[in-house]
């Protein structure tokens, strides 16, 4: 079962943030970045990460973000996360207007 404790969660999104800062510095805030552990069509458990940002979106480089996933693995398999996780952005006045499902 793929379920992760508070701190875990935090160090997760911890993880996430720091890797995200470091690539763009000042452009964007990260917050908050939501982690859920959701069940697939087989039944299969798999977190569900949101990235809530505030910035131009033209400046979210796809071919970055895109790897984003891979960056973070030590700490997935440190926290004993099987698979890659599924993410996407959400930018901030989206996620105000009340989060999607």
């Known amino acids: 079962m793929l379920t992760l404790t508070e701190a875990e969660t935090e160090k997760l999104a911890d993880a996430i943030k720091t890797t995200l800062y470091e690539r763009f510095k000042d452009a964007f805030v990260f ?11 087989y ?19 796809p071919g970055w973000t895109a790897g984003l996933m891979g960056l973070i693995r030590p ?27």
């Open 43 to 61: 039944g299969d458990e798999y977190l569900k990460i949101r990235v809530i940002y505030d910035g131009d979106r033209a400046k979210l480089d």
């Open 75 to 101: 700490t997935l398999d440190e926290l004993g996360v099987p698979g890659t996780p599924s993410k996407s952005f959400v930018p901030k006045y989206e996620w105000e207007e009340g989060p999607p499902e």
């Open 31 to 41: 917050d908050p970045i939501v982690i859920e552990t959701r069940t697939d069509y």
